[in-house]
């Protein structure tokens, strides 16, 4: 009797010893799995952020002080570059984006760029490269990208999978929703693509939230 009353006190040990070290890798795979989200480093008192685009950026629609740029800026006490150019492609973008980057010296960029080229039905796959190599030249220096998602031409399109694709590989902080539901609002545009303040001001809010919800700001 008492032989089987310890051998069920050992097999009930074995079973809680196997729990608790089931219970300790599931804990730690938790772990390891939130060190691999994307994240941001705090950013320091004058720290540059650059916002780098095209027209939205540059704030087409609304004067400069209404701008995402400007409003974000006031936003987080940072100096936030416009480094915004209507009209531009992300084959132009890329052309400067090295001396911008030598210009300002920022720690964080903001990027939101290639709704010209979906517009003008260019292939995604160049959009994609063009967008990989400012990724890849910012992070190179030690810079922090967010990467804004642009919409695809369709009726209630969310962001065009290529940023997707690129947030994932290269494991980017990333709003692919913003820009999208902004496009569906008419009373936060000036025009058929470009917003007026009320819409810039809810861009540069939901990028502000980001960089709070990141750790980039507090």
């Not at 964080?108 to 010209?116: C, F, H, M, S």
């Not at 990989?132 to 065009?160: C, D, R, Y």
Request: charged share 20%.
């Amino acid at each position: 009797m008492f032989k089987t009353a310890e051998i069920s006190e050992r097999v009930l040990g074995g079973i809680m010893l196997n729990t608790v070290k089931v219970a300790a890798s599931v804990i730690i795979l938790l772990f390891l799995t939130g060190c691999d989200s994307p994240s941001l480093t705090p950013l320091n008192s004058g720290d540059v952020i650059v916002a780098f685009g095209d027209s939205l950026t540059q704030g087409v629609g609304v004067d400069k002080q209404s701008s995402y740029p400007s409003i974000l800026s006031n936003l987080t006490g940072l100096p936030v570059i416009n480094a915004g150019i209507s009209g531009e492609t992300t084959d132009e973008g890329l052309k400067r984006f090295q001396s911008v980057l030598d210009k300002y010296k920022p720690a964080l960029v903001v990027l939101l760029e290639g709704g010209n080229d979906i517009l003008r039905n260019r292939e995604y796959s160049t959009i994609k490269s063009n967008l990989e190599n400012m990724i890849t030249t910012a992070k190179g220096h030690g810079i922090q990208v967010v990467l804004i998602g642009v919409p695809e031409k369709k009726l209630f399109s969310s962001s065009a999978p290529l940023y997707h694709d690129l947030a994932e590989k290269h494991n980017l902080v990333f709003d692919p929703d913003t820009v999208g539901s902004l496009m569906r609002s008419p009373g936060k545009k000036s025009d058929s693509i470009h917003f007026n303040e009320r819409g810039y001001a809810a861009l540069a809010e939901a990028i502000y939230q980001i960089l709070l919800k990141n750790g980039a700001i507090e």
